[in-house]
């Protein structure tokens, strides 16, 4: 079973600003996959960024790259050069690799606010 | 529009109703979930198909909660005799690969 957790219900940032977000997890598996989804108020969830366990290369993708911290079981999310369009919430989760039926297993989530 | 499709996208029904949602995930995903969401929460994993295979549904929240995807394609879960507490999104998503999820945009029940 995994657990995650997000300490920061709320962050804020100036437009075109640095943020970092938090997450932590438990599992005592081997293999996982951890990623970030981003829900708008829309509420369609949204992948931004995955990250396989095994892989020591933190993830990148345009604007997001995640900080994995295998050993301190840490996976924080950078959005560089925030934009409006990043206002959501952003979610962490963790998923199972082992080929079970385990679907993702969520954190809280965190409002990121962007201010203009 | 090629994403996940879950209708209806709102549900207003009294206690005790039974209502059945539907979810037509993308047509090449074999994988299949159901989420549940209240506010202020991240989403709560129910249950699991991969093809017309129901592979996990101890997650479902009690025996009033069932779910089917008949012939791999669509799928529908069901809460019989609603109750104030099952208010929530319901969230359907679909993937090709273990943990990746393509969500749909959810259906919002409100049980008064």
């Known amino acids: 079973a995994q657990t995650v957790t997000q300490s920061q219900p709320e962050m804020s940032v100036q437009e075109a600003e640095t943020v970092t977000l938090s997450c932590t997890y438990d599992?005592?598996?081997?293999?996982?996959?951890l990623f970030w989804y981003k829900q708008p108020p829309s509420r369609q969830m949204i992948l931004v960024i995955r990250q396989e366990a095994y892989k020591q290369q933190n993830a990148t993708e345009n604007r997001f790259s995640v900080n994995f911290q295998k050993a301190a079981k840490s996976f924080s999310l950078k959005i560089s050069d925030s934009q409006l369009g990043d206002a959501a919430m952003y979610f962490c989760a963790g998923a199972y690799s082992g080929g079970g039926a385990d679907g993702l297993t969520f954190g809280k989530g965190t409002h990121l606010i962007i201010q203009p | 529009d090629t994403g996940v499709s879950q209708n209806p996208r709102h549900k207003i029904t009294k206690r005790g109703q039974n209502v059945t949602f539907r979810c037509d995930p993308i047509s090449e995903h074999n994988r299949l979930y159901w989420y549940r969401q209240t506010l202020g929460q991240g989403p709560e994993f129910l249950t699991y198909?991969?093809?017309?295979?129901?592979?996990?549904k101890s997650r479902l929240l009690s025996d009033r909660f069932s779910a089917e995807r008949p012939k791999g394609s669509f799928s529908t879960l069901e809460i019989q005799r609603t109750e104030q507490g099952d208010s929530a999104m319901y969230l359907c998503?679909?993937?090709?690969?273990?943990?990746?999820?393509?969500f749909g945009q959810g259906t919002r029940l409100t049980v008064v």
């Open positions: 998503a679909s993937s090709t690969r273990q943990g990746e999820a393509f």
């Open positions: 599992t005592s598996e081997s293999d996982y996959y």
């Open positions: 198909f991969q093809n017309e295979a129901q592979l996990e």
